[in-house]
């Protein structure tokens, strides 16, 4: 079930409704029925990152290897990112950072890091307003491409990979990734580390969804996570688990 194939349907079933109406007067309170279907199926795609029912997403690998890449949101964070990164390369494992534009500015020895360190950068929107998911498709390509200069101007790269802030998609913002030819990047485990939640609980929410192919969901902006992902790369080590970036996961590119 697509976007457009919802649609088309949409219009299908009111034209039956109109035609049946006029000619065999049923009444029209009948399209409250598609009215309805419509409006739950929208917001069904509108909030679940899987659905892809506006678009393509990537949310895991289809493959048997055990092979999980690890995702971090919201950063650079100047207290928090750094810590992500020690432990990371205590592991010596690749991950791979969405970053937010307007926190660029004042961390970009974090990012320089982020990139010097082999782990790959992502487009997580400029400002991650709340409004986000009200934006024109030029609105989101706006978001976009500030987002995509500042980080050029830091690492000299040019961002393939882009993950919708809250993980809400929309028609709009869906056209604006793809015109700007950006591979959507969603997740199969959302560790729900913002939330009060202990390390203890979300360590265990991780380690109970890890199979091969997942992407975890994690954000670099608390001490809590840092040590959740100690335990989840002790975890991935003793069960043969391989961390890979996404994009290796997916074999696709990060970079234009
Ligand atoms: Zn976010």
């Known amino acids: ?47 679940v990152i899987h659905s892809n029912f506006y678009g393509r997403l990537y949310c895991y690998a289809n493959t048997s290897e055990k092979e999980i890449a690890l995702s971090f949101d919201d950063g650079p964070n100047q207290e928090y990112t750094p810590k ?15 970053v937010i534009g307007k926190n660029i500015q004042g961390n970009k020895n974090i990012l320089k890091q982020i990139d010097a360190e082999g782990h790959s950068i992502g487009n997580h929107s400029y400002t991650h307003s709340y409004f986000l998911d009200f934006k024109s498709v030029r609105g989101f390509k706006d978001e976009l491409n500030r987002t995509e200069e500042s980080v050029f101007k830091v690492t000299g790269k040019r961002m393939k990979l882009f993950r919708p802030p809250y993980g809400v998609t929309t028609p709009h913002l869906i056209k604006a990734a793809e015109l700007l030819n950006y591979n959507i990047i969603g997740w199969s485990i959302r560790s729900l580390d913002t939330t009060n939640d202990t390390a203890q609980i979300i360590t265990q929410r991780v380690q109970t969804q890890i199979k091969p192919g997942a992407i975890v969901l994690f954000h670099d902006t608390s001490d809590k996570t840092v040590e959740v992902l100690k335990q989840t790369l002790d975890f991935a080590k003793e069960n043969g688990y391989k961390i890979v970036s996404v994009e290796q996961l997916l074999k696709i590119d990060a970079y234009q």
């Open 1 to 47: 079930m697509t976007y457009k194939s919802t649609s088309i349907s949409f219009i299908v079933a009111i034209c039956i409704i109109v035609w049946l109406h006029f000619f065999s007067g049923i009444s029209l309170t009948w399209l409250i029925l598609p009215g309805s279907v419509y409006l739950a199926l929208a917001i069904y795609g509108t909030s």
């Open 84 to 98: 992500v990164l020690s432990t990371l390369a205590q592991y010596n494992a690749p991950a791979t950072f969405f």
